[in-house]
Structures are given as structure tokens and as C-alpha cells.
Nanobody, 115 residues
């Protein structure tokens, strides 16, 4: 069983920055991908960024150039550095870890961008 714990959400003004963290524990093997989805009120959950075990990354077009995903394999932790935040980035951000056919989700952390 895999367990994910997220941290780092909060309230920030437009143009500000936040860093999300997601630490994994449990039965985790060598090859897995991690990433972040987000869900705003009344909208579908959407992929924000993901990173493979080899370090390849993908980003949603809306965050390209502003967000950076990274991982620490020794700590089994994934990070999302969010810069130049916009009000439309407001959402609950969910971390996930995928290995094989199994996907585990975090509990979500609220990010609110508002003046």
C-alpha cells in the first residue's frame, strides 16, 4: 500500500509563488511516475505536471514556463514550484503516484490566488 502526504498550499497574491511537496511511503518500487492534478470549483480535474522515474516531464500548456516539477528519488518526494501565479490557478491540487496499473492519490491541498 502507498500513502501520499501533500503540503505547501495556501493563499498567495497574483504574481506570487508557492511550492507544493508530496512525500510518498509504503510499497514503492523503482519505476514509478509522480505528478500533480488540480480541480477548480465546477471544473474537471486536469493534469498540471508529471515526471517519470527517468526524469522526463510534461506540463499543461496553461502552466508551461511558470511551474516546475521535480523529484527527489531518495526521499520519494515530488515538488511543484509554482511561480507567477494567476487567479485561474486557484484549485485543489492533488498529488499522485503511478506504478504499473496502480495509481494512488493524495488528499489534496488548496491553492488560492487572490488579492
Amino acid at each position: 500500500q502507498v500513502h501520499l502526504v501533500e503540503s505547501g498550499g495556501g493563499l498567495v497574491q497574483p504574481g506570487g509563488s508557492l511550492r507544493l511537496s508530496c512525500a510518498a511511503s509504503g510499497s514503492i518500487f523503482s519505476f514509478y511516475s509522480m505528478g500533480w492534478y488540480r480541480q477548480a470549483p465546477g471544473k474537471q480535474r486536469e493534469l498540471v505536471a508529471r515526471i517519470t522515474s527517468g526524469g522526463s516531464t510534461n506540463y499543461a500548456y496553461s502552466v508551461e514556463g511558470r511551474f516546475t516539477i521535480s523529484r527527489d528519488n531518495a526521499k520519494i518526494t515530488v515538488y511543484l514550484q509554482m511561480n507567477s501565479l494567476k487567479p485561474e490557478d486557484t484549485a485543489v491540487y492533488y498529488c499522485y503516484l503511478q506504478q504499473g496499473a496502480q495509481t494512488t492519490w493524495g488528499q489534496g491541498t488548496q491553492v488560492t490566488v487572490s488579492s
